[in-house]
């Protein structure tokens, strides 16, 4: 027993002693350059901790950015090479040398997972080009493949500051700013204004660290190997096949009645019309073809999706809105007084339906495949429509809000909606939605979309006016009633709880005084 722990004791001495050694050691980094045909050899490879021998990726699991993009087939692991000592590194194309200043790593910084840059700083000494970082194009949201420039705030030649933004880049739901990590100078544009359909990761830009050498990058363009491999254009269209005449056979001139070919009306006008569609080819229809918004592909790839995998089904009430509408003039008529902003009947079915996933929070949920998750906070999705597309703004703990608040933000991020200047933060997040073409359109009554991964969408119709019994016999009254239809994933909601909702969101409608407990 007294030796084995001598042996431990060893063990661990010889450990830190590795460890301190390490530690002492110059700060440096290598870049170890993955292509697909380069050939690496390391001199002084012996300093190198084995893990530590692999290039590494931008971003890890928990949304921390590393140094430098690997490029490659295989995945390296993504681990810290602090306080490595490696020479010199050659490839098939020469060598790379990289030494870092002491006690700083050149890399662009924290990055969130939502915004990572495809970047790469090194050597290149077949090109004669100095150190330079390729930034490639964000990933800034988490459904985003692809993006268009829409403006670059900075021109060639500029000096970079940290906070600064550098464009604005349109992603699949918002135009969102793009900020510099790091100082620098703005070398080349790789992508100017009004670029389109640029995959994630595609070369957009060039920036250097000197001032001088911005210049040498005026006729820079990426290398095959560096572009994104999704921008590579598209093989030309296979040309369609002609389709061939059919061959008639003429028959010889009958030499008497008895071999002539008696043919019935009805097989005379088939043939002329088959043989019509062969000979005749149609005129090309007259159109316009409106060119696809980031929106709109993104909202036709969700809405696939959920029909495809949700197991729909929809529960619909009519409910008596007179209570609503009196006190909704009401409340106007105290908004005008104190300059406040007019209170829609929205408004009021989002305040509803935000009490009611309260009191029913089974409603406020997502299934995943192990587990429901039920939110705390309601934080509700309102359906808004633009030139652009399908706009989702998300008014954030509704439940707790009062009418005037919810008015005042409705109207601000519809307005942001409309100019294309949401940001991600105004609507990821949500737990229900709610769509209303009853107000704007004048629709009776329709049946939404659930928007993944929330479990419910309320879509709200118009209000009408219904002759009801009245209080004596052969008397009837007239009273407003809206239609509601609940979209439920029955995954989620089964049809008792869906039940339920309605019954509580009815509630609210017809009671509105309870609102403002």
Sequence with gaps: MHRGNSVYQIFFRSCLRHTHNVIRKDH?????????????????????????QLGLGLGDEHGRASMFSHRGSSSPSQQSINQTKISTVRTDKGSILWTA?????????????????NLIRYFSSDSGLPPHQEIGMPSLSPTMTEGNIAKWLKKEGEKLSPGEVLCEVETDKATVEMECME?????????????????????????????????????????????AASSKEPSPP??????????????????????????????????????????????ALDHTDIPQTQIRKVTASRLSQ??????????????????????????????????????SINDLVIKAAALALREVPQCNSSWTDD??????????????QT??????????????????RISEEVQHLAQKAKENSLKPQD???????????????????????????????????????????????????????????????????????????????????????????
């Design 387 to 404: 030139d652009n597309g399908l706009y989702v703004p998300i008014i954030r703990n509704a439940d707790k809000k009062g009418l005037s």
């Design 238 to 283: 296979t040309p369609p096949k002609e389709v061939p005449e059919p061959k008639v056979s003429k028959p010889s001139k009958p030499s008497s009645a008895r071999d002539r070919i008696f043919v019935s009306p009805l097989t005379s006008v088939l043939a002329e019309d088959q043989h019509g569609k062969v000979d005749t080819t149609s005129a």
């Design 101 to 117: 200043r002491k006690g700083h790593f050149p890399s662009m910084g924290m990055v969130h997972k939502s915004q990572q840059r």
């Design 427 to 517: 609507f990821e997040g949500g737990t229900f939605t709610v769509s209303n073409l009853g107000g704007p359109f004048g629709i009776k009554q329709f049946c939404a979309i659930v928007n993944p991964p929330q479990s419910g969408i309320l879509a709200v119709g118009s209000a009408e006016k219904r002759a009801v019994p009245g209080s004596g016999p052969n008397q009837c009254e007239f009273s407003s009633f809206m239609s509601a239809t609940l979209s439920c994933d029955h995954r989620v909601i089964d049809g008792a709880i869906g039940a339920e909702w309605l019954k509580a969101f009815k509630g609210y409608i017809e009671n509105p005084q309870l609102m403002l407990l």
């Design 183 to 227: 100082e620098g100078y703005l070398a080349k544009i790789v992508l100017g204004d009004g670029s389109t359909g640029i995959k994630v990761g595609e070369i957009i830009a060039i920036t250097v660290e000197e001032e001088e050498d911005a210049a040498k990058f005026k006729d820079y363009s990426p290398s095959t190997s560096d572009a």
């Design 371 to 384: 587990y429901i998750r039920q939110y705390h906070n309601v934080n509700i999705n309102v359906a808004v």
């Design 28 to 52: 440096a980094i290598l870049v170890r350059w993955f292509t697909n045909h380069a050939r690496t050899s390391v001199d002084n490879i012996d300093d190198v901790p084995r893990s530590s």
């Design 306 to 343: 959920s029909k495809q995998t949700i197991p729909h089904y929809y529960l619909t009430v009519d409910t008596c809105v007179d209570k609503l509408m009196e006190l909704r003039c009401h409340l106007n008529s105290l908004q005008e007084a104190s300059g406040g902003k007019r209170i």
